[in-house]
């Protein structure tokens, strides 16, 4: 790959959503041959998912149905509020990636600004992608 002093390295193409596995050691030139030290170091990455996109939605009678962009990963998180700027107190539900769609039930009759993000899974912990574009839709 590199060779010199480079303490770093991008790799391209990879793909969203997925996990990688890297070896790595050093190395020097001597008489036209590289010599590798015996010391591997293993880095293991998982690169966020792409941002998703809301494709439909529609209220009925205290409820929101979602239709989302499928995109590869663990699973999308949904977040609701009655204020644009999202604060801290916003609802928010899990969705399986499995699933494309996802139904909110009891809600009030408001203004309501929505918005969705796929997750990873890494170590146990959830990695975020970005969210999509706020989506706002009047519940009768």
């Known amino acids: 790959m590199k ?7 991008t790799v391209k193409k990879l793909v969203a959503g997925t996990s990688y596995k890297f070896r790595i ?9 590289k010599i ?25 009678s205290g409820k929101v149905k979602l239709q989302w962009k499928e995109v590869k990963c663990s699973g999308y998180q949904i977040q609701y509020s009655i204020s644009k700027k999202f604060p ?26 929505i918005r969705i993000r796929a997750y990873v899974k890494v170590n146990g912990k959830k990695a975020y992608g970005k969210w999509s574009k706020v989506k706002v839709i009047k519940v009768r």
């Not at 050691?25 to 041959?33: D, H, I, T, V």
């Not at 030290?37 to 494709?55: E, Q, R």
């Open 88 to 113: 801290s107190s916003v609802k928010k539900a899990d969705a399986s990636k499995k699933k494309t769609s996802y139904t909110i039930g009891k809600l009030k009759k408001k203004k309501y600004y």
């Open 3 to 9: 060779s010199g002093t480079t303490k770093s390295y």
């Open 36 to 60: 590798y030290t015996s010391k591997y170091t293993n880095l293991s990455v998982t690169t966020l998912p792409k941002k998703t996109a809301i494709k439909k939605f529609s209220a009925g």
């Open 25 to 33: 050691c050093a190395y020097a030139n001597s008489s036209n041959e």
